[in-house]
Nanobody
């Protein structure tokens, strides 16, 4: 299983970013996917998930601003982040569970300046 994130960067508050995660090594279309983030000095927290049936779920702090989606033809899950806030600054990780084990990408840094 391999998960490779991209799309992070430095933006100002109010701007947008789209993160991508390309997956391989498992049947992507059958698998739920998730995005987590970890800010300096804090625990990793769930941001959003999407089921194999494309049903999304979000943590309260990002509802209405972030959108998770997937393209099964490209084995890719996305996180569209709008109206970014300084408190969204973190390393963002893509994750999935395969045969009872959680797998993580290397992460992509998102920094939002005020």
């Amino acid at each position: 299983v391999q998960l490779v994130e991209s799309g992070g960067g430095l933006v100002q508050a109010g701007e947008s970013l789209r993160l991508s995660c390309v997956a391989s090594g498992f049947i992507f279309s059958n698998s739920a996917m998730g995005w987590y983030r970890q800010a300096p000095g804090k625990q990793r927290e769930l941001v959003a998930t999407i089921t194999s049936g494309h049903s999304p779920n979000y943590t309260d702090s990002v509802k209405g601003r972030f959108t998770i989606s997937r393209d099964n033809a490209k084995n890719t899950v996305y996180l569209q982040m709008n109206s970014l806030k300084p408190e969204d600054t973190a390393v963002y990780y893509c994750t999935t569970r395969f045969m009872g084990t959680y797998y993580w990408g290397q992460g992509t840094q998102v920094t939002v300046s005020s």
